[in-house]
């Protein structure tokens, strides 16, 4: 076959354009870090890309979730903590009201500040956590006392709990979710029944003594297993940073560049470029003017 000057100019200008097609990517790579800037670069990297991307995307996602359980968890906590600090209050009037040297005006003073205590108490069980209110259960935009109607009613029934008695759980997992509220109808409706019964001497400052201990103990018992949760979504919240890690890894390996095998490989391919350059100077015929000189 006969190699005319057209054809090997036409190759010399088909090599070039691809050397300078392939500096163009590998500085296109050096320049952004990446392996690809396009998915027709390479499908599989970016395919991969995608998989990894929406993992690290869930993984985030379930760590602000994780965040909200904290907020609702401590919001708890501290309300209860509030709640218990009242009761201590109240022990020590009853205690002091028990004595029978008060006269009835110092029992009247005392019984003022016990009212004002219900109603802290009363307050405490609105409490919220942003928007919602944290004990009312799933209907989380309704307090959970009224001024006009007091507390709701409670089924008494686990298989069927009222709206109120239901559980506001929160997924940080894929298919684990945590409870985040606390069922507290019936303790905070038992602590204001004691208040009532105090006012209207169905029990006495005696009497009474014993009852607050026993509501105090139901709430360290409800802030132990608040503290229980606390530590699960810890342990969540860890499990979940040790994901992260492994997604950003994964996705980083599949399309981080290579820093130093990039700029290698592009020094080598100006090289290659340089030679071709120079080599393709002498394939071209020569003109009229080189034979002039």
Known sequence: MRVTQSMLSSNMLRNLSNSYSKMGKLQSQIESGKKITRPSDDPVVAMKGIDYRTALGRVEQFQRNIGEVNNWLDSTDDAFDKVGSSLQRVQELVTQGANGTLTDEDREKIQIELDQIQQHIQNMANSKVGDKYLFSGTLT???????????????????????????????????????????????????????????????????????????????????????????????????????EVIATKQMSQNEDVEYDKAITDMITQESIHRAALSVGARILQPTLTDFLR
């Open 141 to 243: 935009t309704t307090p959970l006392y009224d001024a006009t109607n007091g507390y709701p009613a409670t089924s008494g029934d686990p298989t069927n709990p009222t709206p109120f008695e239901k559980s506001v759980e929160i997924e940080v997992f894929d298919g684990i979710t945590l409870k985040v509220n606390t069922n507290a109808v019936d303790v905070f409706k038992s602590i204001d029944k004691m208040f009532e019964d105090i006012k209207s001497g169905a029990i006495d400052f005696s009497q009474a003594i014993g009852e607050i201990q026993s509501q105090t103990d139901e709430i360290l018992t409800i802030r132990a297993d608040i503290g229980a949760r606390q530590n699960r979504v810890e342990l969540m919240d860890n499990r979940l940073q040790t994901q």
